[in-house]
């Protein structure tokens, strides 16, 4: 069956889904350019794919749909499941082509979603992490395309890719010393520490940015950013603009210890053939990520 576009099934601008799964692969620390992207165009036209422009990347396998089940982005994306080569698991692929890193944040243990500053590092391998995905429609372009402009980290520490490379190992190894290698949270320890601000359950749905400019936010008018993605970190689980034209699509009442049933501020859907894979039960129910 060929693969249907997002027009075709009904997906708007604007329109979202969460999606949650174990990190394979990230290149998200910096955009891939410069002689790295020369080669990696060099292997998309030898594969008969498009040219693209400097950009972000991440792998996860096992999706999820976390929110925005039944939506037709979240059947659009579904067709893009694929079974990994090397470990056969359902693996799916996103790219984001702005200039600016996407907005961080990390679940806590009561429920919130702290926003934090860019790692400028990739997650490990199995780093557990959620993306909300985006689509838009670019300057240009006739169809609309998909990005993911948030990434957010399961509660629990934080797991960085920290690279093969060694050389105080490798200078202990000549010295005949040993090293003791620094774990991540150590490393954290000693960065300088910026005061995280908390977003999705127990905040406002006026504040749809921080500190005027938003964090993580593109400047106005970036072709290559979805418009949702202009007002920062807050569309990852803040109420959305009235004129989106989505009931329902928003940040519930919150409860009243602050917390929220709902922190992503994603609308599940109605079509008929799909089902969530979160049932009540605690059974997975049918969906095109299992």
Do not use: C
Not at 198 to 220: N, T
């Amino acid at each position: 069956m060929a693969k249907q576009t997002r027009e075709q099934l009904g997906v708007k601008e604007g329109d979202q889904i969460v999606l949650k799964g174990k990190v394979t692969f990230a290149r998200l620390d910096k955009a891939v350019d410069g002689e790295a992207l020369v080669s990696e165009n060099q292997r998309r036209a030898r594969m008969g794919m498009l040219h693209t422009k400097p950009f972000r990347s991440v792998t996860i396998e096992e999706p999820e749909i976390v929110q925005g089940d039944g939506t037709a982005l979240a059947q659009f994306h579904g067709q893009e499941v694929y079974n990994s080569k090397s470990t056969g698991k359902p693996t799916m692929s996103f790219e984001t082509k702005s200039l600016y890193a996407p907005s961080y944040g990390h679940i806590q243990e009561n429920g919130t979603i702290m926003e934090i500053a860019d790692p400028e590092k990739n997650p490990a391998q199995g780093q557990v992490v959620y993306l909300l995905i985006t689509a838009f429609k670019a300057k240009g372009f006739n169809n609309l395309g998909s990005t993911f402009d948030t990434v957010v980290f399961e509660k629990g520490p934080i797991q960085f890719y920290e690279g093969r490379g060694n050389s105080l190992a490798g200078f202990g190894q000549a010295m005949n010393m040993p090293v003791q290698s620094m774990t991540n949270a150590e490393r954290e320890a000693q960065q300088p520490q910026e005061k995280p601000t908390p977003v999705g359950a127990g905040v406002g749905a006026d504040q749809g940015s921080f500190g005027g400019g938003g964090f993580g936010q593109a400047p106005a008018g970036d072709p290559n950013q979805p418009a949702g993605n202009q007002g920062g970190f807050g569309g990852f689980g803040q109420a959305a603009p009235q004129d989106q034209g989505q009931a329902g699509f928003g940040q519930p009442a919150p409860e009243p210890n602050g917390a929220s049933p709902n922190p992503f501020g994603v609308p599940e859907g109605a079509m008929s053939d799909q089902g969530s894979p979160f049932g009540n039960s605690g059974q997975r129910g049918k969906s095109p990520y299992a």
